[in-house]
């Protein structure tokens, strides 16, 4: 039966409610990725880590088999150099116990996941954790597919059951949510320079911007 997703406030995201599960960026699952360029994957889960660590967000990390399809990629690793992702057997993450015990223990209701494949890894987690009264945010350029249209569907698929599709600087944007929110700031501003694309390049041309004094509409060096 379809769910239909929150509205008005509640529906944001917030960093005190939120908790993050990165699925699966192995080696293995890069191979077949097929539905986004590889290097912007991995620049936007790297980013969405680093989000979640500066805003103090529960982060559970986990692969599956990694003996055979490899270690968590080490850009993420690099983000929690102390944690062990789980490494589970099951496709489906929410079927295994000791994932879903961290998630419960952060008493957080609002769940943020990216993963690969979408298709599978993903979609399967989040339709059932849905179903357990989760309200489910999917990063969608921080996940990928083994193809554009096993992505699309499995979007599409999720939407119907009321989870929604969100990009990571989405993400940054509710969690910030008003730039006189200064704990976390300095820490955004870093990484939307590291990872932001063209964002970052037009923040970066802000904050000259702002740092330099202007005379008669000229910049000069103050």
């Known amino acids: 039966m379809t769910r239909t997703a929150k509205a008005g406030l509640d529906a944001l995201l917030t960093p005190e409610e939120s908790v993050l599960v990165l699925i ?3 080696p293995y699952q890069f191979t077949n990725l097929h539905s986004h360029d590889s290097t912007s994957v991995v620049n936007n889960v790297v980013g969405l880590a680093k989000l979640a660590k500066a805003f103090n967000v529960p982060t559970v990390l986990t ?7 490899g270690h968590i990629i080490k850009a993420l690793q690099d983000v ?8 589970r057997t099951y496709i489906n993450t929410w079927e295994d116990r000791c994932v879903v015990d961290l998630v419960e223990q952060t008493g ?21 954790a849905r179903g357990e009264g989760y309200d489910v945010f999917v990063v969608t350029d921080a996940s990928g597919g083994v193809s554009a249209e096993a992505h699309d569907m499995a979007v599409r698929r999720m939407e119907q059951v009321g989870i929604v599709p969100i990009t990571w600087m989405a993400v940054a944007g509710e969690w910030q949510r008003d730039w006189a929110r200064e704990s976390a700031l300095a820490d955004l501003t870093r990484l939307l320079l590291e990872h932001g694309g063209a964002s970052g390049i037009a923040l970066a041309w802000e904050l000259q911007l702002l740092a330099t004094p202007v005379t008669d509409g000229v910049g000069v060096q103050g």
């Open 63 to 69: 692969t599956v088999i990694e003996e055979r399809g």
């Open 80 to 87: 929690f150099p102390g944690q062990k992702p789980i490494n």
């Open 108 to 128: 957080r209701k609002k769940l943020v996941i990216a993963g690969l494949w979408t298709e599978i890894c993903v979609a399967m987690p989040a339709i059932q």
């Open 24 to 26: 699966d960026h192995q």
